[in-house]
């Protein structure tokens, strides 16, 4: 779903055969994929075993997350030309921290990617999210949203000590050929998974079919339009 992003972001900062790409929170690898086919070098890191395996299956180097955890044995202390934050923030507890970290993996005069969610009003996905705030335990938890307000997602790199490079807003559409491709599809995210933790799957499940009837289409399949956001930032130069 997210393909437009990255290939937005690919096609901007024109990664090819001299670039060196990490992704940090690379879930399955498809990004890197892309980046990849693009003659690029590329390495991942996730902290999901069961993504890296199924990364490691597009013969793609995908390693421990090193900058968070115990680091793999091969985790890798190159920096590189270009890192990407594409699904991570909305993950982690501590975005600034984890973007501390990314930035210290940016060669200078390379840049930082870092992504996430529009403005809620602009995601039809936004009422179906719903359903993970409203089903999981009440402790205060992640909103996917945090970071879509204007400036968040800037102030970011700039605390990182990285210059701005610019930024966009790329039409991401969540589209699935059935009911049942969405409901799959929506709870491999990860985005449900404390809130199946804590009501159970079958209720998810249930209010997510709710959820979801706004948005299905006459042909049977469902499609949401989103908006996603990318701000780049680049690493000065040592002097």
Do not use: I
């Amino acid at each position: 779903m997210l393909v437009p992003l990255y290939e937005a972001v690919y096609q901007r900062l024109e990664v090819g055969p001299a670039g060196s790409v990490l992704g940090l929170g690379c879930r399955s690898g498809l990004a890197l994929l892309l980046a990849a086919a693009r003659g690029a070098q590329v390495t991942g890191l996730e902290s999901a075993p069961e993504l890296r395996e199924l990364a490691r299956d597009r013969r793609l180097r995908v390693l421990a997350d090193g900058l968070r955890e115990p680091a793999d044995p091969d985790y890798p202390r190159t920096a590189h030309s270009l890192v990407t934050v594409f699904e991570e923030l909305h993950r982690v507890e501590d975005p600034q921290q984890l973007v501390a970290a990314a930035a210290d993996a940016v060669l200078p005069g390379g840049h930082l990617v870092l992504a996430g969610w529009g403005p809620a009003e602009r995601c039809e996905s936004a009422a179906v999210l719903e359903v993970a705030h409203r089903r999981s335990a009440p402790l205060p938890d992640r909103d996917p949203f945090a970071l879509s307000s204007p400036g968040a997602l800037e102030q970011l790199p700039a605390r990182a000590g990285l210059r701005p490079a610019g930024s966009g807003r790329v039409s991401c559409p969540f589209a699935y050929p059935d009911l049942d491709s969405a409901v799959r599809g929506l709870l491999s995210t990860g985005l449900f998974d404390a809130a199946v933790e804590y009501s159970g799957e079958v209720l998810v499940t249930k209010e997510l079919v709710e959820a979801l009837h706004p948005f299905g289409l006459s042909d049977g399949s469902v499609r949401m339009a989103n908006v996603f956001r990318y701000v780049v930032a680049e690493k000065p130069r040592q002097a």
